[in-house]
């Protein structure tokens, strides 16, 4: 067990990247009832922002700003960080400031990356070694893309997401996201899933090459998501603003949807886009694509 009074800094503050899936494969379903997945993770530059402040009452408290979001044990900040103070027996609490901008129930995981960011910002507030295969065992008993928010960058994702290879940095995209203003049942689009009905599947093999290549054009091209099988019947609106952003540059929805990605090379390209999403009424925001290692940069 480690002392309560285990440093001297009072507050950290972490940023939770937002992330899209390059390529959402569905393999098979497993005994466990899950689906087995392939996937290629990519990290966005829009970020919710957590302030980590800790206090003597042994208490985990959080509170949210811009969005109505549970404060309470469901929420997937405080779970990370009670998870952590159990594991290394910390005496002290944590009071969380999450201050939300990633849009909620979007396929961006959100809620994922907060808690990530909790995990690494608390190894950093609390002295606590970096111990990689804790940490990702507590973020997989968190949420199936949890690991990958640990560190960010790009990577494959194999099993439910959960186990994560890193792989070389994508190359560099400006990226449109847009939303059309309704949320998506992650369980029902997974229910409405048909695997032996589904004729084209993504080639994770073929992106991978692109992405250590650094080709471009190559990575747009092999952009793919069989999901997208189950949720345009389900919301045609998500098909339509698919197709609508397709006219631009290359497009694909994000996991369940319902929010759509778009990438570009140039800027100039993407600006065009979110206003006129804008303009349209759609809710539409300007990103970029992100390096990873944020276990590295934390420590």
């Not at 549970?70 to 910390?90: H, M, V």
């Not at 909790?118 to 990702?136: I, S």
């Not at 093999?205 to 650094?214: L, R, V």
């Amino acid at each position: 067990m480690l002392p309560a009074n285990i440093g001297s800094m009072q507050t950290v503050e972490e940023k939770a990247w937002a992330k899209i899936n390059l390529t959402l494969d569905i393999i098979g379903k497993r005994p466990d009832g899950y689906h087995e997945l392939l996937t290629v993770f990519q990290a966005l530059a829009l970020h919710d922002t957590l302030s980590l402040s800790r206090n003597n009452t042994g208490m985990i408290t959080l509170s949210v700003g811009n969005a109505p979001l549970p404060t309470d044990g469901t929420n997937l900040a405080g779970r990370a960080a009670r998870l952590l103070q159990k594991q290394y027996g910390i005496q002290e609490g944590v009071h969380i400031i999450l201050d939300k901008k990633i849009p909620i129930a979007a396929g961006l995981g959100g809620g994922s990356s907060d808690a990530a960011a909790v995990l690494r910002g608390l190894v950093r507030l609390w002295r606590l070694p970096l111990e990689r295969d804790t940490l990702y065992s507590l973020a997989e008993t968190l949420g199936s893309d949890v690991p990958f928010c640990l560190e960010g960058g790009t990577a494959l994702g194999r099993g439910r997401g959960e186990k994560v290879e890193i792989l070389p940095p994508c190359p560099h995209f400006f990226v449109v996201l847009a939303n059309p203003g309704f949320a998506v049942s992650t369980a029902a689009v997974y229910q409405a899933f048909r695997l032996h009905e589904t004729r084209e599947r993504p080639d994770t093999e073929a992106m991978c090459a692109a992405i250590a290549s650094g080709d471009r054009s190559a990575v747009g091209a092999h952009l793919n998501n069989v999901l997208e099988t189950a949720t345009f019947p389900l919301f045609p609106k998500v098909g339509e603003l698919k197709s609508r952003m397709s006219l631009a540059g290359s497009a694909l929805m994000c996991g369940s949807g319902p929010t759509v990605f778009a990438l570009f090379h140039d800027r100039g390209e993407a600006v065009e886009l979110y206003r006129a999403l804008q303009q349209e009424g759609c809710s539409a925001w300007l990103t970029q694509t992100v390096a990873g290692n944020l276990l590295e940069v934390g420590k």
